[in-house]
């Protein structure tokens, strides 16, 4: 109760976020708080404050700070996120959607946080900047935050390295799956934006009801992606980018079928139908 409580909305790209940027507000001295997994109260909420007509996933946003702003935090994070990181891309640049990029202003507005005593943490990601550039934003953070450069250092070093044992238990897992699959069983592939795979409301259930008929589902990221940069040499939206390679590798798999959730109104979905297809 004594700390400052940052909140983390837990959904869309930032959820990605969430492994490192817990453990650099931690490092600092703040509570980290989530906003918890989507259920009916967020997608009502989402629905009374929302404004226009997203996609669903950028709707439940407004949900998922609803619920930040009744936990009473006293920041929310919430990125700007104009590039991201893609690895392996040689495409020229890795954008996030127009909704990413203008997220902080638009909730803002939206949901009058300014009137609620609540401040938003809005650094701006541009990862094809290169590591020097994204490395100055959590010495903004920490600025911002009342923290001198050398605990910002320290925070930092520190929560990189466990980000990196984040990242490695992740490779693990995706190496471990390529071994145990096999050619003389169905394996369903659920393939989306990370953030709607993993979403129990905006994925339906859909793995779970596979499951329940007796198939092996697994999703997509726990796949090695093969490289199609020499086909497709500037796909630069990263989510269509994961779906077409993964796309590519279920094709060539005998016994692997794809199933793709895609939301409505999105703009790079429109691609990557084709692109899939």
């Given at each position: 109760p004594e700390k400052k409580t940052i909140g983390f909305p837990y959904t869309l790209a930032i959820r990605g976020l969430f492994p490192m940027f817990r453990n650099f507000f931690e490092e600092l001295g703040f509570n980290v708080l989530i906003s918890g997994i989507t259920n009916e109260k967020t997608v009502e909420l989402s629905?009374?404050?929302?404004?226009?007509?997203?996609?669903?996933?950028?709707?439940?946003?407004?949900?998922?700070?609803?619920?930040?702003?009744?936990?009473?935090?006293?920041?929310?994070?919430?990125?700007?996120i104009h590039t991201v990181k893609n690895t392996g891309s040689k495409s020229r640049k890795n954008y996030g959607c127009v909704y990413l990029q203008l997220l902080p202003q638009l909730i803002s507005q939206t949901m009058n946080i300014d009137e609620k005593n609540i401040k938003i943490l809005s650094p701006k990601f541009d990862a094809d900047l290169g590591e020097r550039y994204m490395r100055d934003i959590y010495f903004e953070l920490g600025e911002q935050?009342?923290?001198?450069?050398?605990?910002?250092?320290?925070?930092?070093?520190?929560?990189?390295l466990k980000r990196n044992d984040f990242e490695q238990k992740f490779q693990n897992i995706i190496k471990n799956t390529s071994l145990e699959l096999?050619?003389?069983?169905?394996?369903?592939v659920?393939?989306?934006?990370?953030?709607?795979?993993?979403?129990?409301?905006?994925?339906?259930?859909?793995?779970d009801k596979i499951r329940d008929m007796g198939y092996k589902v697994i999703p997509y990221y726990d796949l090695k992606k093969p490289d199609i940069s020499e086909e497709y040499p500037n796909l630069y939206w990263p989510m269509v980018k994961n779906s077409v390679e993964i796309g590519k590798l279920v094709k060539n798999h005998?016994?692997?079928?794809?199933?793709?959730?895609?939301?409505?109104?999105?703009?790079?979905?429109?691609?990557?139908?084709?692109?899939?297809?």
């Open positions: 629905q009374e404050y929302s404004m226009g007509e997203t996609c669903f996933p950028v709707k439940l946003m407004n949900g998922h700070i609803a619920q930040l702003i009744e936990k009473k935090v006293d920041y929310i994070f919430l990125p700007s935050l009342g923290k001198n450069s050398d605990t910002v250092m320290e925070a930092m070093k520190k929560a990189m096999k050619n003389d069983e169905k394996i369903f659920i393939i989306s934006k990370s953030y709607v795979v993993l979403d129990p409301v905006l994925n339906l259930g859909i793995s005998p016994n692997m079928y794809a199933i793709l959730l895609t939301n409505h109104c999105c703009g790079p979905d429109t691609a990557v139908l084709h692109y899939f297809r």
